[in-house]
């Protein structure tokens, strides 16, 4: 079972601690799940959950980082965008 502890104050080092998975078991879905979890309640298209997959392949410290600026803009309140913003 994996251990996750992401940060939801700003990072200043590689956060390498904050997804831990045990020896047998794969890390890309764990990665992919603590991805999924930050965008709780979010819409996703196709292409968005084509990154979420692309994501989840990458190591520690990129899947946690974003994770936490997930949360960390989520705890400041979510906004409706403006149509064609971005």
């Known amino acids: 079972m994996a251990d996750i502890n992401i940060p939801l104050s700003p990072i200043h080092t590689a956060p390498w601690g904050a997804i831990r998975t045990g020896l047998k078991e794969p890390a890309r879905p764990v990665f992919e799940q603590v991805l999924r979890d930050a965008l709780a309640g979010v ?30 803009v989520r705890a400041l309140g979510y906004e409706e965008p403006e149509e064609g913003r971005g």
């Open 43 to 72: 819409e996703l298209g196709a292409y968005d959950e084509r990154m979420v997959v692309w994501l989840s392949g990458w190591d520690v410290p990129t899947v946690a980082t974003v994770a936490s600026l997930l949360y960390r």
